[in-house]
């Protein structure tokens, strides 16, 4: 079955920096990637998601690149601010059609911005 | 509002005492889902439900059970609950024809002594 890994597991940033986490899956057949944050106590929500005909989104700080042919994409922060200081999840789609609302989570990354 | 909801929030139980956690959403999703939250572990998926009466095993469904009679209802049911389960519990909710969005509870926080 599909198996998300999630780098790194712990990030530190100074406020106002850029964050990188980056994620591989393993299923060739998968063609929906959400990203979601939990902030502490919370639950997670969704932040950005990209498809698989699609390399690169984008929406004000946060972007989302795909690269299909290695299997891996990344949830890029520009301009970090503290409350982005969250847990970051990636997700991967177990399959294709539709089932690409059914996902496998990375293990996540806990991100936290320093003033 | 357009929400998820999940009770009980906290629960506190000893092993083999059965349970159930209720998951209820108000969106008219077909999709709905139960994950479990461990530390490192990120979400696992335990069960999920297409649609009324259409369930299918998760990730990690030994030691549960799911129901789905109605379309807005979808329990967990621990039938002997075991320290292993203690663990943070989601439901979460989508449609099925996209967006794939899943909108999740609250959460509920159970230990099993």
């Known amino acids: 079955g599909e198996n998300v890994e999630q780098h790194p597991s712990t990030l530190s940033v100074q406020e106002g920096d850029s964050a990188v986490i980056k994620c591989t899956y393993s299923?060739?057949?998968?063609?929906?990637f959400p990203w979601y944050k939990q902030e502490l106590g919370k639950r997670p929500q969704l932040i950005i998601d990209i498809r698989s005909n699609v390399g690169e989104k984008k929406d004000q700080r946060i972007a989302v690149t795909l690269n299909k042919t290695a299997k891996h994409f990344s949830l890029h922060i520009t301009e970090t601010q503290p409350e982005d200081s969250a847990v970051y999840f990636c997700?991967?789609?177990?399959?294709?059609?539709?089932?690409?609302?059914?996902?496998?989570f990375g293990p996540g990354t806990r991100l936290s911005v320093l003033p | 509002e357009a929400q998820v909801t999940q009770n009980p929030r906290y629960l506190i139980t000893v092993t083999g005492k059965k349970l159930t956690v209720t998951c209820s959403q108000n969106?008219?999703?077909?999709?709905m889902s139960w994950y479990r939250q461990d530390p490192g572990l990120g979400l696992r998926q335990i069960y999920y439900s297409m649609n009324v009466e259409v369930t299918d095993k998760g990730d990690v469904p030994e030691g549960y059970k799911v129901s789905r009679k109605e379309k807005r209802n979808f329990p967990l049911i621990l039938e002997s609950p075991s320290p292993n389960q203690t663990s943070l519990y989601f439901c979460a909710s989508s449609l099925t024809q996209g967006p794939y969005e899943q909108y999740f509870g609250p959460g509920t926080r159970l230990t099993v002594t």
């Open positions: 299923d060739s057949a998968s063609n929906y």
């Open positions: 997700a991967a789609s177990k399959g294709t059609g539709n089932y690409g609302q059914n996902f496998v």
């Open positions: 969106m008219n999703h077909e999709y």
